[in-house]
């Protein structure tokens, strides 16, 4: 089965400021996915990022980026320039190709700060 | 409009009771997914169904049941509810190149 380890249960940065979230996870597919979800106050489930395990490049949308480490099985989002929008709980996802089956870490709080 | 809704939003029953939460979906997925999210333990898979003769058991389908009514509708029953299944529940439902899941809003349920 597949685990998604997030290890850091809580964050903080200052406005303006980078700041890293942590996932890693086990898996013996070769093909997948894996997903960065923002869930802010109003609960929505919104996607910030994704990756595919084939390709090397790590992806970035705007603020947000990736450090992928496939052998490593480490999947760490970077927020540059935080927002106190950025406020959310971040949860980092997996997805196998076969079945499109999805497990979820238990989620980090970020708080930015003003 | 959303592209999955969820009703109700919220509700609170009292335990015992046989209680439903519906999922509709505009996004033309055959895919669907229901998960319950409880603090320090992320989201978890209660049931899938791939399309409408489709349906699978997830990581935790003890207590629930599913019907796929059509391909928009994904509903979750819970046939007798007890306090432990108190969570915020989640539907879901995936595109066709299995690439990004859209979800509802969340029901909170809670069982007292």
């Known amino acids: 089965a597949q685990t998604v380890t997030q290890s850091q249960p809580e964050m903080s940065v200052q406005e303006a400021e980078t700041v890293t979230l942590s996932c890693t996870y086990d898996?013996?597919?070769?093909?997948?996915?894996l997903f960065w979800y923002k869930q802010p106050p109003s609960r929505q489930m919104i996607l910030v990022i994704r990756?595919?395990?084939?390709?090397?490049q790590n992806a970035t949308e705007n603020r947000f980026s990736v450090n992928f480490q496939k052998a490593a099985k480490s999947f760490s989002l970077k927020i540059s320039d935080s927002q106190l929008g950025d406020t959310a709980m971040y949860f980092c996802?997996?997805?196998?190709?076969?079945?499109?089956?999805?497990?979820f870490g238990a989620g980090t709080r970020l708080t930015v700060k003003p | 409009d959303a592209d999955v809704t969820q009703t109700p939003r919220n509700r609170i029953t009292k335990t015992g009771k046989r209680i439903m939460l519906e999922c509709s979906q505009t996004?033309?997925?055959?895919?669907m997914y229901w998960y319950r999210q409880d603090p320090g333990l992320g989201l978890r898979l209660i049931y899938y169904?791939?399309?409408?003769?489709?349906?699978n058991k997830g990581e935790i389908s003890d207590g629930y049941s599913v019907s796929r009514q059509a391909q928009a509708k994904f509903s979750l029953s819970l046939e007798s509810a007890i306090p432990n299944q108190t969570a915020l529940y989640f539907c879901?439902?995936?595109?066709?190149?299995?690439?990004?899941?859209?979800f509802g809003q969340g029901t909170r349920l809670t069982v007292v």
């Open positions: 879901a439902t995936s595109d066709p190149n299995d690439t990004e899941a859209f």
């Open positions: 898996t013996s597919e070769s093909n997948y996915y």
């Open positions: 990756q595919e395990a084939y390709k090397q």
């Open positions: 996802a997996f997805m196998k190709l076969r079945n499109n089956d999805m497990r």
């Open positions: 996004k033309g997925h055959d895919r």
């Open positions: 169904s791939f399309d409408v003769k489709d349906i």
